[in-house]
Antibody, heavy 125, light 113 residues
Framework: QLQLQESGPGLVKPSETLSLTCTVS??????????WGWIRQPPGKGLEWIGS???????YYNPSLKSRVTISVDTSKNQFSLKLSSVTAADTAVYYC?????????????????WGQGTLVTVSS | QSALTQPASVSGSPGQSITISCTGT?????????VSWYQQHPGKAPKLMIY???KRPSGVSNRFSGSKSGNTASLTISGLQAEDEADYYC?????????????FGGGTKLTVL
């Protein structure tokens, strides 16, 4: 059974960089047809897609966050990571990592079938 | 890219059927059969209920069904049960073969009376 687990600081100061890692177990991050994504949810609000990465390093980002987001992958550790720079209180949210089933060239699939439990990141001084 | 539009809340009695709408544009919902639906109970991670408009993942009850007409997708839950009470989110693909974007709806709170 595939499992994803987010890890990282729960508190980040304004203007600093938020860094989270998602560890994948029970399957390989290098599987074809699967991207690996980050989604966030501010307290009491809806979901927002941040971006997704393929094991080769190919990335797609939400245009509204693109200037501040970097997603990377470490296939040797079966992990992928999120960095969000210049954070403000508006970036306070539960951050989820998820497996993103995607066939980009067609396109087809485009859904998230396995999710981590989520981790709350608070931006505050 | 604007969020997809969902009603803030819907309700129904046990055994009844309800439908949640998800309205987008000709750039997302209207152009691709790539709408998915997620169920989220309080304090839990979202769970995939429907993908590619109307397909159900293994293990999801056949009481859940999806459809699409024009720029609006819909999730129907038949034979409502108490455990269906949750928030529901739609999500659509918008993009091309060289770039893509995923947009979620604002979410709908389902209350089982």
């Amino acid at each position: 059974q595939l499992q994803l687990q987010e890890s990282g600081p729960g508190l980040v100061k304004p203007s600093e960089t938020l860094s989270l890692t998602c560890t994948v177990s029970g399957g390989s991050i290098s599987s074809s047809s699967y991207y690996w994504g980050w989604i966030r949810q501010p307290p009491g609000k809806g979901l927002e897609w941040i971006g997704s990465i393929y094991y080769s390093g190919s990335t797609y980002y939400n245009p509204s966050l693109k200037s501040r987001v970097t997603i990377s992958v470490d296939t040797s550790k079966n992990q992928f990571s999120l960095k969000l720079s210049s954070v403000t209180a508006a970036d306070t949210a539960v951050y989820y990592c998820a497996r993103h089933v995607a066939i980009v060239v067609v396109p087809a699939a485009m859904f998230f079938d396995y999710w981590g439990q989520g981790t709350l990141v608070t931006v505050s001084s | 890219q604007s969020a997809l539009t969902q009603p803030a809340s819907v309700s129904g009695s046990p055994g009844q059927s309800i439908t949640i709408s998800c309205t987008g544009t000709s750039s997302d919902v209207g152009s691709y059969n790539l709408v998915s639906w997620y169920q989220q109970h309080p304090g839990k991670a979202p769970k995939l209920m429907i993908y590619e408009v109307s397909k159900r993942p293994s293990g999801v009850s056949n009481r859940f069904s999806g459809s699409k007409s024009g720029n609006t997708a819909s999730l129907t839950i038949s034979g409502l049960q108490a455990e269906d009470e949750a928030d529901y989110y739609c999500c659509s693909y918008a993009g091309s073969s060289t770039s893509f974007f995923l947009v979620f709806g604002g979410g709908t709170k389902l209350t089982v009376l």
